[in-house]
């Protein structure tokens, strides 16, 4: 299973509590992190954020929810609860199919991650 606390007010937490109620976390490789910036400073609300950093959605095996075909590895997921916690809704989840990378799957390849804010969070920066 997998949880995931997403912002209340944002356009990504929209979706996910529409039917059918999934998500699909996806991993980036460190040469994504100008694309993850850009997506994190941006509200979908405003911009297709695919068309604007050149990512690729792609159908995913078990879920409608799309994957980001650049991303290492990604996790299809269907919620089984979602919780008001103030500001965020955390979505309880289990996972439907994970993939990986076959780099990453036998270890030659790794998504690294460090404390901090976005997107030092996410790449150190």
Excluded: W
């Excluded at 460090?114 to 997107?119: L, N, R, T, Y």
Aim: aromatic fraction near 4%; charged fraction near 25%.
């Amino acid at each position: 299973m997998v949880a995931c606390a997403i912002g209340q007010k944002t356009y990504s937490s929209e979706p996910i509590q529409q039917q059918p109620k999934e998500l699909v976390p996806n991993v980036p490789a460190q040469e994504l992190k100008h694309q993850i910036d850009n997506c994190g400073s941006h509200s979908g609300r405003d911009v297709d954020k695919f068309k604007g950093t050149g990512l690729a959605p792609q159908p995913a095996r078990h879920v409608d929810a799309p994957i980001m075909g650049e991303c290492v590895a990604h996790m299809e997921c269907r919620v089984e609860q979602a919780t008001d916690t103030g500001d965020k809704v955390l979505f309880i989840a289990t996972v439907a199919d994970a993939c990986a990378d076959e780099d990453v799957a036998q270890g030659r390849r790794t998504a690294e991650y460090a404390a901090g804010d976005f997107p030092g969070k996410v790449y150190g920066t």
